[in-house]
C-alpha cells in the first residue's frame, strides 16, 4: 500500500542543537516534496519545496535533502530555538492518477528546551 | 493566516444534524480545498475545487457535500453529522502553478465535536 510515514512522532531536542525529522514514503514517486510547519490550533504553513533532481535546498536555517533512491526526506533545524517548536508535516504529490493532490504525514512534533 | 478564514471556529453538533463550515479567502486563488485532520492520521483531503464550476472528490468524500459559491467561497456540509467526523477541519487554497508542486494556503480550521 501506498505511505508516507514521519518516523518520529515527538522529538524533544536541547536548544542549540540540530534537529532532524524523517519522512519516508513508499510506493509513491514524487516529483515534489514540501515541508510545512503547523503551530497548535493553526494551519500548517508552508516553509520549503524540493524537487526530484535536487539533492538539497536551504532557507536560512533550514535544510531539506530528497533521497529518491532511499525514499527519504530529512529536515533540519540547525541552531535550534525554543521558538522553533511545533509539529512539521511532510507533503508529496502522488502522480495525476491520485484522487489526492497532495498527501500530508502525519507530523513531527518537535520541542526544543532552552 | 488572515487570508483565508474559515466560519465556525468551533462547533458541537448532536449526531443527525446537518451542518455547514464555511471558508473565504482574499487571496484570488482558483483552487480551494477541504481538508480534514485526525491524531496520528495527517491532513486528508476531502473535496477539492479547481474553480466554480469545478468540484472533484478527495480520499475521504463520503459522508460530506461541497458548494463552490464563488470564486472566495467554499463551503462544506456534513448532511447528518456522526461521531466519527469529530475532527479538525481545514480549508486551503493554492494557486495554479503549471508543473510545480502546488503550495497550501491553509486558514486558522475549525473544530467539530459530533456527540
Known amino acids: 500500500s501506498q505511505k508516507i510515514e514521519q518516523n518520529s512522532e515527538a522529538l524533544n531536542i536541547q536548544e542549540g542543537k540540530t534537529a532532524t525529522l524523517t519522512c519516508n514514503y513508499t510506493?509513491?514517486?514524487?516529483?515534489?516534496l514540501q515541508w510545512y510547519r503547523q503551530d497548535p490550533g493553526r494551519g500548517p504553513v508552508f516553509l520549503l519545496l524540493?524537487?526530484?533532481?535536487?539533492k538539497e535546498k536551504r532557507k536560512e536555517r533550514l535544510k531539506v535533502t530528497f533521497d529518491t533512491t532511499l525514499k527519504q526526506s530529512l529536515f533540519h533545524i540547525t541552531a535550534s530555538q525554543p521558538a522553533d517548536s511545533a509539529t512539521y508535516l511532510c507533503?508529496?504529490?502522488?502522480?495525476?492518477?491520485?484522487?489526492?493532490?497532495?498527501?500530508f504525514g502525519s507530523g513531527t512534533r518537535l520541542s526544543i528546551r532552552p | 493566516d488572515a487570508d483565508v478564514t474559515q466560519t465556525p471556529r468551533n462547533r458541537i453538533t448532536k449526531t443527525g444534524k446537518r451542518i455547514m463550515l464555511e471558508c473565504s479567502q482574499t487571496?484570488?486563488?482558483?483552487?480551494m480545498y477541504w481538508y480534514r485532520q485526525d491524531p496520528g492520521l495527517g491532513l486528508r483531503l476531502i473535496y477539492y475545487?479547481?474553480?466554480?464550476?469545478?468540484?472533484n472528490k478527495g480520499e475521504i468524500s463520503d459522508g460530506y457535500s461541497v458548494s463552490r459559491q464563488a470564486q472566495a467561497k467554499f463551503s462544506l456540509s456534513l448532511e447528518s453529522a456522526i461521531p466519527n467526523q469529530t475532527a479538525l477541519y481545514f480549508c486551503?487554497?493554492?494557486?495554479?502553478?503549471?508543473?510545480?508542486?502546488?503550495?497550501?494556503?491553509f486558514g486558522p480550521g475549525t473544530r467539530l465535536l459530533v456527540l
Open positions: 524540493i524537487r526530484e533532481n535536487e
Open positions: 510506493n509513491y514517486s514524487p516529483a515534489y
Open positions: 507533503a508529496l504529490d502522488p502522480g495525476y492518477s491520485s484522487a489526492s493532490k497532495i498527501i
Open positions: 475545487s479547481f474553480d466554480v464550476k469545478d468540484i
Open positions: 487571496k484570488g486563488h482558483d483552487r
Open positions: 486551503a487554497t493554492s494557486d495554479q502553478s503549471g508543473f510545480v508542486m502546488e503550495t497550501q494556503y
